[in-house]
T-cell receptor, first 116, second 109 residues
Framework: GAVVSQHPSWVICKSGTSVKIECRSL??????MFWYRQFPKQSLMLMATSNEGSKATYEQGVEKDKFLINHASLTLSTLTVTSAHPEDSSFYIC????????????FGPGTRLTVL | GQNIDQPTEMTATEGAIVQINCTYQTSGFNGLFWYQQHAGEAPTFLSY??LDGLEEKGRFSSFLSRSKGYSYLLLKELQMKDSASYLCAVTDSNYQLIWGAGTKLIIKP
């Protein structure tokens, strides 16, 4: 159990376009979902935390108007990178946590975004 | 501030044992996680400690001392597939997960 899927697994887009990444918890209800970004050879960087039905909480330095997060249901959160630029190229990973606040986070497989 | 320290890189030999240390200073403590991350992949859960002591799970064991703000991940009978980054993460009083930078483990034949 506790499977998280992410779609797409990789995407290449032109500069200036928007890209939507979906994160789904397949067999459990995720009250909280997290979006991370990871540049090559660096650790995970938390971008934002989203709770179902409420606005996401963004980490310092993350532009909320550029990285739009929607957590419309207990099994789906989406991250939209608006007007993507080459510096947004990165590995984007979502994770989901169930009803227990101290529970582990279950990670999706990640989405590799390349902006040309 | 909140801080988690772990070595940047370690090297070990196939079949041997390696211990990866993690020290933390956080506002509150609600558990410590170890995750494994292979290059280009998402992290996968290894262990969770919330009480002092050793948790054993197959070839992997994790130890916690809350009074010392210290944990280690012990990997036995190392295999080449264990080459990966190992991430230490602590849940603070607000149930936020604070991540260490990760330890890159290189296994040599």
């Amino acid at each position: 159990g506790a499977v998280v899927s992410q779609h797409p697994s990789w995407v290449i887009c032109k500069s200036g376009t928007s890209v939507k990444i979906e994160c789904r918890s397949l067999d459990f209800q995720a009250t909280t979902m997290f979006w991370y970004r990871q540049f090559p050879k660096q650790s995970l960087m938390l971008m934002a935390t989203s709770n179902e039905g409420s606005k996401a909480t963004y980490e310092q330095g993350v532009e909320k108007d550029k990285f739009l997060i929607n957590h419309a249901s207990l099994t789906l959160s989406t991250l939209t990178v608006t007007s993507a630029h080459p510096e947004d190229s990165s590995f984007y990973i979502c994770s989901a946590r169930g009803l227990r606040e101290v529970g582990e986070q279950f990670f999706g497989p990640g989405t590799r975004l390349t902006v040309l | 501030g909140q801080n988690i320290d772990q070595p940047t890189e370690m090297t070990a030999t196939e079949g041997a044992i390696v211990q990866i240390n993690c020290t933390y200073q956080t506002s509150g403590f609600n558990g410590l996680f170890w995750y494994q991350q292979h290059a280009g992949e998402a992290p996968t859960f290894l262990s969770y400690n919330v009480l002092d002591g050793l948790e054993e799970k197959g070839r992997f064991s994790s130890f916690l001392s809350r009074s010392k703000g210290y944990s280690y991940l012990l990997l036995k009978e190392l295999q080449m597939k264990d080459s990966a980054s190992y991430l230490c993460a602590v849940t603070d009083s607000n149930y936020q997960l604070i991540w260490g930078a990760g330890t890159k483990l290189i296994i040599k034949p």
